[in-house]
């Protein structure tokens, strides 16, 4: 089945480490996003990428990093300049410049200890 | 910059009601909006899409309108049943691609 695969499921950090989120799709999707969502509120945009070995930030990316060495792989990485990472994190995928769906994978929920 | 609403952020209906969930956006020159729900601790599921030319998208209970010019979209949900209890969340996207989204609406049926 075509769809979007984030792990772990559950994330636990200490106080100043970097922790990598993972993201893939198999629905050969040029575009990704991550995205951030707190408590009751709706999701902000952390980074994306149109292509291969290019992304942009988005509205929240301070404390942040990402890469796109492969179409089907958009980690993400949360360093320890983040000094409110506890969250659920979601990734997405699409078609750039479409009028088709985004899809969207289960989510990582990351809690600092 | 874009931005998104939903009203009512929550609502309770008995089983069985019809009900209207709303979502305005402030510019107008946008793809596509999207409908997603999404269940306590779960990712978003893509509900309907309504492309900018289109008024109107129909899945089996569900109903998206959207007006473009006025910035405005509704998901009517018929005969509204306890598991149709979840956040529903609506998304804009621009020429730019990046969805922008709503805050939600936390909905509740109850038996």
């Known amino acids: 089945d075509g769809g979007i695969t984030q792990s772990p499921k559950y994330l636990f950090r200490k106080e100043g480490q970097n922790v990598t989120l993972s993201c893939e799709q198999n629905?050969?999707?040029?575009?990704m996003y991550w995205y951030r969502q707190d408590p009751g509120q709706g999701l902000r945009l952390i980074y994306y990428s149109q292509i291969v070995n290019d992304f942009q930030k988005g509205d929240i990316a301070e404390g942040y990093s990402v890469s796109r060495e492969k179409k089907e792989s958009f980690p993400l990485t949360v360093t320890s300049a983040q000094k409110n990472p506890t969250a659920f994190y979601l990734c997405?995928?699409?078609?750039?410049?479409?009028?088709?769906?985004?899809?969207f994978g289960q989510g990582t929920r990351l809690t600092v200890v | 910059k874009q931005e998104v609403t939903q009203i009512p952020a929550a609502l309770s209906v008995p089983e069985g009601e019809n009900l209207v969930l709303n979502c305005s956006f402030t510019?107008?020159?946008?793809?596509?909006l999207q409908w997603f729900r999404q269940d306590p601790g779960k990712g978003l599921t893509s509900l309907l899409l309504?492309?900018?030319?289109?008024r109107e998208q129909t899945s089996g209970r569900l109903n998206a309108s959207l007006d473009k010019s006025s910035g405005r979209s509704t998901l009517y949900i018929a005969a509204s049943q306890p598991g149709d209890s979840a956040t529903y969340l609506c998304a804009v996207r621009p020429a730019g691609n990046m969805l922008t989204f709503g805050g939600g609406t936390r909905l509740m049926v109850k038996p």
């Open positions: 510019d107008s020159a946008i793809y596509n």
């Open positions: 997405a995928s699409s078609i750039p410049a479409s009028n088709t769906e985004a899809f």
């Open positions: 309504i492309q900018s030319s289109q």
């Open positions: 629905l050969n999707h040029d575009a």
